[in-house]
């Protein structure tokens, strides 16, 4: 009865023990759904607010109507979904703030144009929108509000539904516990307790008729243990009846056993003779053995020293591989470095020139409101002086915005550029528009002898891969270009021909340069080549750029030049990356 007992509850524990798995994953997930649905209505509901007190709070402050401001803010924070505002006016400055939540959430410097979600920490969400006076058909941006709610709203709104779906689980898994109870009670426990009972009260004595017949295991998997039992029972018996035979065979064969002992006694007296000689034959032989052994010893010995002292040989040589690959990945870093200071260096020279201008035209634009300060107060001024005074002030401002855009777009473009190079992390470009930021952002180094860059790319070719890699790759080809190609040449010409072949991506770049041999172009690739070691080359330039290919990018780059011909490198990247 025990085993049967144990069977069931082997058999209910694991069907139940996947019945509660299920509906525990299935109660998480309603749970976890429930809870994005109402954390999503409330959302809603907060960008629904901004309708309702936008244009009031809008216009308190822009007339600085502070307690109408701090009144609105009151009446929003009482709105159980909400626990904390925030509201800051044109300047970034906090006007003012409720609820104890907000001090939780670092603030943005910036003023949104337009209305956003934002997710904060512990649990805090909410909805940043921006206050926008409009004024003779004219759209002023007044500031920003902050609405939060956080998890414990969204909680006490499912909390009923969270305990509606825990007592309809505990519900049905009881009904469950109890239906498979009683199904394994009928069906199993009390069918095996009346077999095994049958089987405890069989007579041995009369196999025979030892048959067991239990009714209720008809048409279930137990009939196929009674039949077995009883089949077993039967070859049992029949073999009783052959061991009974094989007992009289035994007795009739130890009687021939005895007449063979005999003729076996004295064929062993010959044997041991025969035995004795072979015995000393086998010392002989073993003194041999002993002395082969002793020799072999000694050999192993030497190969033991021998296997030793290459051991050493070959950790020497590992540490000196090391010690080689950390002394190249120090110099590829120091060439990067090198590279992005070769920028910044650039792009400085660059900047200072519209910043300089800017500076000269806001000095003028100061000097010329002094003046105008001046008439003002000595009630001098004309009306050909102030109209004299807009016209240069428009020239002014007009000449500072261009020359301050112009820094702007030089360092936007440098800033992506470094902050590429010194990342290996995918994200999406434009290829034409991230080449032609390349090139601007070393536009110092290629106007110094005039040269050239012509860049041919489908507009709409966006790629998501690691952008420092292609940065730095066509980076030290421009590079290489302007310090080996043209070293000799005032006006040189570069083109970047970019192909979308379907499921790759085909780069031809290619300058008009002086080119290589074909000796050189075989060691192109290899590290620590230069042809200018001399005015401080490293060699690591087009190996970096080999390297990033095949193993950042997964590609495959080729080159090929002639003396006179100028240098082409031929890039093949697939679009998705492979494993």
Known sequence: MKQSSSISKRLLFSVLSVYFVLTFLVTCVQVIAEYRNTKSYISNELQTLENTFSASLTRAIWELNTPQVISISEGLIAIPMIEGVVIREDTGELLTQKGEVSKLVEQ????????????????????????????????????????????????????????????????????????????????????????????????????EDSIIDVKRVQGSELLVIQEAFNKMMGRFWESQIELKQTQKKLLNSNDMLDQQNLLLEQEVAKKTANLSQAMMDLQKQKYQLETKQSELKQEIEMRSQTEKRLVEKTHELEKTIEDLRLAHGKLVESEQLAALGGLVAGITHDVNTPIGVGVTAASVLAERLKDIDKKLHDQSLSASDMKSFLTESNQSVDLLLSNLQRASE???????????????????INVKDYLHEITISLKPELKKNAHKVNISCPEDLVLDLPAGAISQIFTNFLLNSVIHGFADKREGQIDIRVKDKVDLIEIQYSDDGCGISEQELTMLFEPFYTTRREQGGSGLGTNIAYNLVKQTLNGEITASSKPGEGLTYLIKIPKVARD
């Open 108 to 207: 943005r410097e910036e003023l949104v144009t337009e209305g956003e979600l934002i997710e904060g920490e512990n649990g805090l969400f909410g909805y940043r929108f921006p206050l926008v006076f409009q004024f003779s058909n004219r759209n002023t941006l007044v500031g920003d509000v902050t609405l939060y709610s956080s998890r414990n709203v969204v909680v006490d709104r499912i909390i009923l539904s969270i305990y509606f779906m825990l007592g309809s689980a505990i519900a049905k898994t009881t009904f469950l516990i109890v239906l498979f109870l009683m199904a394994f009670r009928k069906h199993l426990t009390d069918p095996l307790e009346e077999l095994v009972d049958q089987i405890e009260h069989i007579d041995l004595e009369s196999l």
């Open 410 to 428: 030089l360092i936007a473009s440098f800033k992506q550029i470094a902050v590429d190079q010194a990342s290996e992390a995918n994200r999406q």
